[in-house]
């Protein structure tokens, strides 16, 4: 077949009638069949089956059954270590915290002044 830019003129109203004169058959043929054959058609679209979820109620069963198994071996662990832990917790709220550290005023305006030479050497270095 060839390419839709390589055919002449008379070609392309030959191809522009061909497809008038198919468009005109398939409403006709709409009209012989009437919504029946629509509906059928629908229908057939409406029954295919949709796919579900690969897993089946046995496989969901045993992946629950498994997950509350790992949940009870971690709940054991900890009930476990709780007496060692709440010791650990008594000594950890006896540390004081850690003082925070604040810049001096005098420190921030000695930054701020070098950072505003810094621009201005670069702002007239591009002037």
């Given at each position: 077949?060839?390419?839709?830019t390589?055919l002449?003129?008379?070609?392309?109203?030959?191809v522009?009638?061909?497809?008038?004169?198919?468009?005109?058959?398939e409403?006709?043929?709409?009209q012989?069949?009437?919504?029946?054959?629509?509906?059928?058609?629908?229908s057939?679209?409406?029954?295919?089956p949709?796919?579900?979820?690969?897993?089946?109620?046995?496989?969901?069963a045993?992946?629950?059954?498994?997950?509350?198994?790992?949940?009870?071996?971690?709940?054991?662990?900890?009930?476990?270590?709780?007496?060692?832990?709440?010791?650990?917790k008594?000594a950890?709220?006896?540390?004081?915290?850690k003082?925070?550290?604040?810049?001096?005023a005098a420190?921030?305006?000695?930054?701020?002044?070098?950072?505003?030479?810094?621009?201005?050497k670069?702002?007239?270095?591009?002037?």
């Open positions: 077949m060839s390419s839709i390589k002449t003129p008379s070609q392309l109203r030959q522009a009638d061909l497809k008038e004169k198919i468009a005109a058959w409403k006709e043929l709409n012989l069949l009437g919504s029946s054959a629509k509906a059928a058609v629908a057939v679209v409406a029954k295919a949709k796919k579900k979820g690969g897993m089946s109620a046995a496989g969901k045993k992946v629950a059954a498994a997950q509350k198994a790992r949940w009870a071996k971690i709940n054991a662990a900890k009930s476990a270590v709780k007496p060692a832990a709440s010791a650990a008594v950890a709220v006896a540390k004081p915290a003082k925070k550290f604040v810049m001096s420190a921030k305006a000695k930054i701020s002044a070098a950072a505003k030479a810094r621009w201005a670069i702002k007239a270095a591009k002037k």
